[in-house]
Structure formats: structure tokens, C-alpha cells
């Protein structure tokens, strides 16, 4: 079992909606999560951290559950320039970065 | 603030050859460099970190002579693959914490390999 599972996608959605994607980690011991966006052939872009309470940056929610130890980001009214993959990362208690394989988005005119 | 270069973007070379990569903080003291290897549609995978003036800490399968990492200043970490080889080929991405492994790290372009 991945530390880190993400559905790949991709995820076809028309500009305007609300799209939401999940990510499960398996070590329960994980202190850190992030949501992180990495277009084509780029270097990841840190999106927002998780926090346990949950958080909002704008059109981006992020949810963290330790119960369940799962992760999910919402985002509303999608525009054309959120196509990218959504990588979910995860910091375990060595302080290291474990990464999922990322879920593909694209948004449609 | 908190800009990370590498250097090349992106080199083809021959196998059986090197290639060194260069990763750069810009404006920041870097204690602490990451790097990374990402196939395509995978995870980046954590190759090595690195302190300034100490040896590299290489993960559970990264060959450290096959490797070769050196970071002999607070700005500048260097990643040379030896004696390429065609499955080497992958997208290289370097990251750099201020203040060690817990600190946020900041990514550089990456660099994308090709062995023919």
C-alpha cells in the first residue's frame, strides 16, 4: 500500500463548477499536510497547508480527518488556470516529505 | 524572497557520461537541500538531503556513488549522475529549507533528463 494514495484522474470538469478530490495516508504518526499544484513539466507550487480545523484560501478548502486520515481540497467556481495536478503531501514525524502521485484537474471552457 | 535556480533546465547527454546539475538559493542561506526524482505520472521521490559542509543522507535505493551530491556552500548544492544511463532519465527537482528538515522548502524549476 502507497504512504500516500491520490486518485490520478484525470478529473474533466466545466469551467464554474465545484470540484473535490480525497487523498488517504496510512501513518497515523503523519505531523504535517499540504496540498500542493504542479502544472506540466514544472516544479511543485506549495497551494495551501492543511490544518486540523480546516481551512479556506479563497476559492480552496482543504479538510484534514486524523480519524479517517484523509485530506481533501474543494475548489469552487474553477477557472481554466486551476488545470494542473493536485498533489497531496504529507510530513511524517521524520519531518520528511512523502508525496502522492497527484490527481490530474482539467478544467473546460 | 525565497527563490531556488537550477541549472541546466533541461540536458539530453550520451550514455556512459556525467551530467551535474546545480541547484541555487538565491537570496537565502540554504541549511538544508533536498533532491528529488520524478518519473512521469508518479510521485516525486526523496533521493537525498543534504547539509551544508556534511555528507549526504541518500535514501533506501539511491546509489550514493551513482549520485553524487555536494553542498559546499550555504547557496549552492550540485547533484552529478555518473555514468548515465537511459533509466535515468527523469525530472530532477531540488528544494532548499532555511533552517533544516522541518522548515518549509522551497522548490527550484527542476531539471529534466534525457540519456540517449
Known amino acids: 500500500r502507497k504512504e500516500v494514495e491520490q486518485d490520478p484522474g484525470p478529473f474533466n470538469v466545466p469551467e464554474g463548477a465545484t470540484v473535490a478530490f480525497n487523498c488517504t495516508y496510512s501513518n497515523s504518526a503523519s505531523q504535517s499536510f499540504f496540498w500542493y499544484r504542479q502544472d506540466c513539466r514544472k516544479e511543485p507550487k506549495l497551494l495551501m497547508s492543511?490544518?486540523?480545523?480546516?481551512n479556506e484560501d479563497g476559492r480552496f478548502t482543504a479538510q484534514l480527518n486524523r480519524a479517517s486520515q484523509y485530506i481533501s481540497l474543494l475548489i469552487r467556481d474553477s477557472k481554466l488556470s486551476d488545470s494542473a495536478t493536485y498533489l497531496c503531501v504529507v510530513r511524517d514525524s521524520n519531518y520528511q516529505l512523502i508525496w502522492g502521485a497527484g490527481t490530474k484537474l482539467i478544467i473546460k471552457p | 524572497g525565497a527563490v531556488v535556480s537550477q541549472h541546466p533546465s533541461w540536458v539530453i547527454c550520451k550514455s556512459g557520461t556525467s551530467v551535474k546539475i546545480e541547484c541555487r538559493s538565491l537570496?537565502?542561506?540554504?541549511?538544508?537541500m533536498f533532491w528529488y526524482r520524478q518519473f512521469p505520472k508518479q510521485s516525486l521521490m526523496l533521493m537525498a538531503t543534504?547539509?551544508?559542509?556534511?555528507?549526504?543522507?541518500?535514501e533506501q535505493g539511491v546509489e550514493k556513488d551513482k549520485f553524487l551530491i555536494n553542498h559546499a556552500s550555504l547557496t549552492l548544492s550540485t547533484l552529478t549522475v555518473t555514468s548515465a544511463h537511459p533509466e535515468d532519465s527523469s525530472f530532477y527537482i531540488c528544494?532548499?529549507?532555511?533552517?533544516?528538515?522541518?522548515?518549509?522548502?522551497?522548490f527550484g524549476p527542476g531539471t529534466r533528463l534525457t540519456v540517449t
Open positions: 543534504s547539509n551544508e559542509g556534511s555528507k549526504a543522507t541518500y
Open positions: 537570496d537565502f542561506q540554504a541549511t538544508t
Open positions: 528544494s532548499a529549507s532555511r533552517t533544516g528538515e522541518a522548515a518549509e522548502q522551497y
Open positions: 492543511v490544518y486540523s480545523s480546516g
